[in-house]
């Protein structure tokens, strides 16, 4: 057993994993998992370059995340940084600061990566109740990774469209308009049939949506009336009540958004794209397996994502160091 910590640093939240990880079961068990939204990624899109009150937010929660693992004694740390640091002209500021704050490199991964690791840390779990291939979707604030495969990964593409750079581009008023609704879908088209160039979405058996959009409109679909991850990891909706939740929280206001028990504060003011993208994925998903003859009839949420696939990478690195 290895104890590890896996940080994943999205466009929206940074989020902290400490797990025993075993690596010959090929299991691992959670200490402590926690998540703050920092909005690393607020006008990356439009400016190219971090805010300093972003990267200080960010930092600042860095700081905490190091107190977490020393106080549980973690013996390797692996900090994975993605969309909004990929894109950014600054982000050597951003990798030195993580570097002064934690005493690790930040690793600012590619979207095929990414992709990877979500598909390794979902997967681990639902191999044993789901069959494959699994199309996993890893829906983020700056990107959407799509991963298809079963046991590892066959293909995999990274679009540049997820819930915060949508919003910032396109989703300005509240609720937001016809308008300003059918240039986001549009936007979300393009992307999907250049993914879907690479990704055989038809050969799809198991359609596997992670990350905070994906759970907030599975909560709404399930009537919660707080988050809890209990009910929401590996859940399983239909198609249609899948699209009906990502319709009616895309309709409503930011008031009415916030009311929800369930709903993130961090969340109110971009679950609108993400539920939109959330909702062009899974219909396009679904036509595609229709075209291949099959018919795609659920969708299945998952808490284990690219942090579980970062944890499992950090423990395999760590045995290999000590060898």
């Not at 400490?18 to 990356?44: I, K, W």
């Not at 199309?135 to 469209?161: H, I, K, N, R």
């Not at 036509?287 to 395999?316: C, K, N, P, Q, Y």
Request: net charge negative.
């Amino acid at each position: 057993m290895t104890r590890v910590a896996a940080i994943d640093c999205g466009t929206n939240s940074i989020r902290l994993l400490v797990a025993e990880v075993d690596r010959e079961a090929g299991t691992l068990v959670d200490l402590d998992r926690r998540m703050e939204v920092v909005r690393l990624g607020q006008g990356v899109d439009r400016t190219g370059r971090i805010a300093p009150e972003a990267l200080e937010r960010t930092l600042d929660a860095a700081r905490r995340y190091d107190a977490v693992c020393r106080e549980l004694g973690v013996e390797a740390v692996r900090f994975v940084a993605t969309s909004a640091s990929r894109d950014a002209e600054n982000r050597d500021d951003f990798v030195g600061g993580v570097r002064a704050a934690l005493g690790v490199e930040p690793e600012v991964v590619d979207g095929v990566e990414e992709a990877a690791l979500s598909f390794r840390g979902a997967t681990g779990v639902l191999a044993a109740t789901h069959p494959g291939p699994f199309l996993v979707v890893d829906l983020g604030g700056g990107s959407t990774e799509l991963v298809l495969g079963t046991a590892t990964p066959d293909a995999a593409f990274s679009m540049d469209v997820g819930c915060v750079r949508l919003t910032e581009r396109r989703l300005r008023t509240d609720p937001p308009t016809a308008d300003e609704v059918a240039a986001a879908h549009a936007d979300v088209a393009a992307a999907l049939d250049e993914a879907s160039a690479t990704v055989p979405l038809g050969r799809t058996v198991t359609l596997v949506g992670l990350a905070g959009s994906v759970t907030t409109v599975t909560a709404h679909a399930l009537g919660l009336d707080r988050y809890d991850p209990s009910r929401i990891d590996g859940s399983v909706l239909t198609v249609d009540q899948t699209l009906a939740g990502c319709d009616d929280l895309l309709g409503r206001t930011r008031e009415e958004r916030a009311a929800l028990g369930f709903m993130h504060p961090g969340r109110v003011d971009v679950i609108g794209a993400g539920a939109l993208v959330w909702h062009d994925v899974v219909a396009r998903v679904r036509d595609a397996v229709a075209a291949d003859g099959r018919e795609l009839t659920h969708v299945v949420t998952s808490e284990h994502d690219i942090l579980d696939g970062i944890a499992f990478s950090a423990a395999e690195r760590a045995a290999s160091s000590a060898r």
